[in-house]
């Protein structure tokens, strides 16, 4: 049992990996985009302002923004084709196709049920548990619904792909096609299901906003802890919602006009030159971002072996700069959030815990991102309180999240970036056929070999029969690491793993009967 459900999260974590690898090299390009679009820099260098250069940041950010807004039907697509074992790319096509009918199954039974919610003309959809998703507007699962529809796509495919029909008439359903009809009435009824069993889910969460919102600087600790916590489901927005954009978070009433959210009410207080009120902590979701998120790639950056430290540095920096000066954290939550829970949690706690301090030292200020605090800070002059204590308490985060997450990552030897070495160029097992060859023989041979695939930096199989494993002759060949637990095979490769496994593939193809 034990062993079934490792392999299930060691194929979970595989097929998240696909979608996912391609985020942190987005985040490279959103730095640029973010920076060029960026109100207060440009404020600073005028030459920002220069049509052309407005033109090309709106180009690349919203360009890369559409995949950041759109991770659902990223995860949707890639996992269904990253667990697929064979034609990959049907898998891919039909876990679209899968995605657009959940969407538009859902969006027809709240429309024919009368569930229909009307977005509002300040907050939109906000506070409602729908959204709108390619000009659907649906239940708003997240990245949960676009997650469990990729799982099931790939389960469904490899069952179903091969399926062959005689006659004239239903042969045409035969393999991919009967594929796709299967995941056809799986998507309607899972839309059609979303209507009903995911509002509960909410309200759970809605109970939660409740009890934070009477529960003192418990309930803003659990504030900070599950909007972090949750982003990895996508639902977090249902924790800060409430508070930024309704009366539960705030209100402020000047002559008729009431105003609720601590989101407007703070950017009315400061337009109208009114000190910032006590709701203004809400709005403390953008300090880790600004802060924390530096502490993070810089504990990555020292824990990375000393080899890989500056390639290390290399690719989390920008990411770090992108959460910090653009408030988008995906690039580097989704590097460690499934690899190491633990580590995940930490983050969470040491949110939750710095939001408390901010609102205990009475500290009244915007903490949006780092250029866009600065600049909207010494804007607001005396209606701040305590401003130069929020960048001291950010300098004090970005410690703490440096030594909490080098100690966790050091003493439990956690896989984050830049901890596997890479081979060199000479020592690759790839380069020679060879040695291909030879891993395939310590394998068991060819038979023996029941999956193939891999992650960053390991090879990762599964083979038929853990006895046929010539353990001397896989300890002899090169490669920095090697794991076996039972029929798992885990090969440390570095940045060579992905190479490895095609030169694998194109062997064992070679090898095959004719």
Known sequence: MKEKVMNGLEKFSKAMLSPLSYISAAGLILVLGALLTSTSLSAMIPVLQWTPIKLLGQLIYNCIMVIINNLSLMFCVGIAAALAKKNKQQAAIIGLMSYFMYLTAGNVTLTQLGMLAEPDPMVGLYGTGQSTV??????????FGGILLGLVCGWVYNRTCEKQFKGI?????????????????????????SCFFWPPVQNVISALTDLIATSGNFGLFLYGFLERFLIPTGLHHLIYTPFQFSALGNSLTVGDATYTGSYIVMMMEYSMGLPFSDGIVWMYTGFTKTFGYLGI?????????????KQTAAAILPLAVTASVASITEPIDFLFCFVSPLLWVAHAVITGGFMVLLHVLHVRAFTSNLLGSLVFNLSAGEQLQNMPLLYLLGLAETLTYFAVFSVLIKAKDLPTPGREAALSADQSPYADPQEVCRFIAALGGPENIAQLGNCFTRLRLTVRDAS???????????????VVQGTRVQLVCGLHAAQLRHAL??????????
């Open 134 to 143: 390619f000009g659907i507007q649906t239940v708003d699962m997240g990245v």
């Open 297 to 309: 790639a810089a504990a990555f950056i020292f824990t990375a072996r000393k080899e890989r430290r």
């Open 468 to 482: 046929l494993l010539d353990m001397g002759a896989l300890l002899s060949l090169p490669h920095k690491g090697l």
């Open 169 to 193: 008439i239903t042969q045409i359903y035969s393999g991919n096609r009967w594929s796709f009809t299967c995941m056809v009435v799986f998507s309607i009824l899972f839309g059609f299901g």
């Open 505 to 514: 593939e194109q062997q064992l193809a070679e090898m095959a009967p004719v």
